[in-house]
């Protein structure tokens, strides 16, 4: 049985820990990577048609990630290019230890909004997952995610979805402490 003070503060403990935080060139063992995914695969979804679906990103897969998105913002860029994005797009790739790829597999069977929610839970379990290895991570949606063009380089067909990445690993600068707004000022009770 779990001990429910423990997944309490596992759940409030859960930071977003950015690519300036982590430990440069400190890479996190496959073995953890592999199951930060496995627990990833747990996430509910409806229909059991788990939608989820992962590309990941590491040692010189790195720089293939980066130079994909820097050559893509390039190309689609036009004469909105800035320079400094470009090179921050081959850069920061290269800080992290694991970037993943998050992809939503469309199943004409259910709402959309349902595959959706279930990759989100698939990232919250990725992210409480972090937390309780001790090692930083966070989802990102820019660089190519809305880019319909770069679904293909990630597996994915053309009413699939790339709902971002998330960039991972340890944590050399940890995130402040988080806070919330009473739950109470969120919530409408119906009891009658």
């Known amino acids: 049985m779990l001990d429910a003070t423990a ?12 690519i300036d935080q982590f430990v440069p060139g400190k890479i996190i063992p496959e073995s953890i990577i592999r ?55 081959l850069r920061n790739p290269l800080l992290c230890s694991h970037i993943i790829a998050l992809g939503m597999k469309r199943n004409p069977a259910v709402p959309e909004m349902e595959e959706i929610a279930a990759v989100a839970c698939a990232v919250q379990n990725i992210y409480l ?22 679904k293909s380089f990630f597996g994915l067909e053309e009413n699939d979805r790339l709902m971002g990445f998330f960039y991972l690993g340890y944590v050399q600068i940890p995130s402040v ?4 707004k009473p739950v109470s000022e969120k919530i409408t009770w119906v009891k009658e």
């Open 129 to 150: 997952s972090t937390t309780a290895y001790n090692i930083g991570g966070y989802w990102g949606t820019g660089g190519v995610t809305y880019d319909e063009e770069a």
């Open 7 to 18: 997944v309490n503060l596992l759940i409030q403990s859960r930071r977003s820990v950015f």
């Open 35 to 89: 199951q930060l995914l496995e627990n990833a695969n747990w996430a509910p979804t409806h229909k059991l048609t788990e939608p989820w679906r992962f590309t990941v990103f590491t040692g010189k897969g790195l720089q293939i990630f980066a130079k994909f998105q820097a050559d893509t913002y390039q190309k689609n860029a036009q004469e909105k290019f800035k320079q400094d994005k470009y090179e921050k797009l």
């Open 177 to 180: 402490k988080g806070s919330r």
